[in-house]
């Protein structure tokens, strides 16, 4: 009899460790290299809520800011080994991966904001998310952050204006180019140091989104932004196809509708923050704003637009058509 009750309590003990290794909440590290204010780090935030509302101690996310964890040079590397799950990395940043995605990059192909909402929801937007899965790495959504401006200590009015300047950029061979058409240099630079960078001189001009730009102080060290909106700084938010695919089939699901509200958010943050941004640069008093007449921004359109026939080939000349026919209002 005695046997009988301590093999039963063996048993249970058994059942109720097995249990309790069962309910450990899967974790999610979002790692990212920007402040929690902007797009990005409101898009973060907003997942990590809806996580914690509807998923309640099965899914448990871990959100690091300002490249608290990983930064730029390091994040993807983390996330392929499984240090990370997700992080919401650059579209210049995936030449490695997919040349398609330098797409993105192309100056002036883009009109404004809406253009690019209508590209990204269409089938050959949709269809780029799943360019890299060979790689293991799954797009779960596009995140704005907003369109580029150019900045610099001298007014930036006319393509000529910037020759002999040196303007940091991403790892992306299409932003080198597109610095190339104008007689200027092009500065790879992770975006941690992009203000010491600029307060020291080893380069002179930046590309950004007024939220970047302010979030970042780069008002302090830059006299002008030119309002150019020649291109877009987006996020691919990414995890690996192993971690996604891996999933349990009643969590992914959730997943996925947490991912399209946090999109949603993270997107009309990026509009309301760079509006909110741009006026915040005109009341630090330090840098003015440069609006181009439209002959003057089509100056730069056509001196830039040679980028595209450079990476056509390895871009597709079919995508490119369909993101330009996307400045056509429906």
């Not at 509006?275 to 704003?289: F, N």
Request: proline letters at 4%; glycine letters at 6%.
């Amino acid at each position: 009899m005695f046997k009988t009750m301590l093999k039963t309590l063996i048993c249970f003990l058994a059942l109720g460790a097995l249990g309790s290794v069962a309910a450990e909440p899967i974790v999610i590290k979002f790692s990212h290299v920007v402040g929690e204010q902007t797009p990005k780090g409101q898009g973060a935030l907003m997942f990590q809520k809806l996580v914690e509302e509807r998923l309640p101690g099965r899914v448990k996310v871990e959100v690091y800011p300002n490249s608290t964890l990983y930064g730029d040079d390091k994040e993807m590397e983390a996330l392929l080994l499984g240090d990370v799950q997700i992080i919401a990395r650059s579209l210049a940043k995936f030449d490695q991966y997919t040349k398609t995605l330098q797409l993105f990059d192309l100056p002036f192909l883009f009109q404004d904001i809406a253009t690019v909402d209508r590209f990204q929801t269409s089938p050959a937007g949709q269809k780029l998310l799943h360019s890299m899965e060979r790689n293991n790495i799954t797009g779960l959504a596009y995140w704005h952050n907003g369109m580029k401006q150019l900045s610099a200590n001298r007014v930036l009015r006319n393509p000529e204006d910037a020759r002999g300047l040196t303007f940091r950029v991403q790892d992306s061979a299409v932003l080198t180019e597109q610095f190339k058409t104008v007689d200027a240099k092009a500065q790879k630079m992770i975006f941690s140091v992009v203000y010491q960078g600029l307060r020291t001189g080893v380069v002179n001009g930046t590309e950004n989104p007024y939220s970047n730009f302010y979030d970042q102080k780069l008002y302090e060290v830059q006299k002008y932004v030119t309002e150019t909106n020649h291109g877009i700084l987006d996020y691919m938010l990414i995890t690996t196809s192993d971690f996604w695919n891996g999933l349990p089939a009643d969590i992914r699901p959730e997943l996925e509708k947490i991912v399209v509200e946090a999109t949603a958010h993270a997107n009309k943050e990026a509009q309301r923050l760079n509006e909110l941004d741009r006026q915040r640069v005109l009341d630090a008093k330090t840098t003015e704003i440069v609006t181009l007449t439209p002959q003057e921004r089509n100056a730069w359109r056509e001196t830039m637009k040679p980028v595209w026939a450079k990476f056509e080939k390895d871009i597709g000349p079919d995508l490119i058509q369909a993101a330009e026919a996307s400045n056509q209002t429906q």
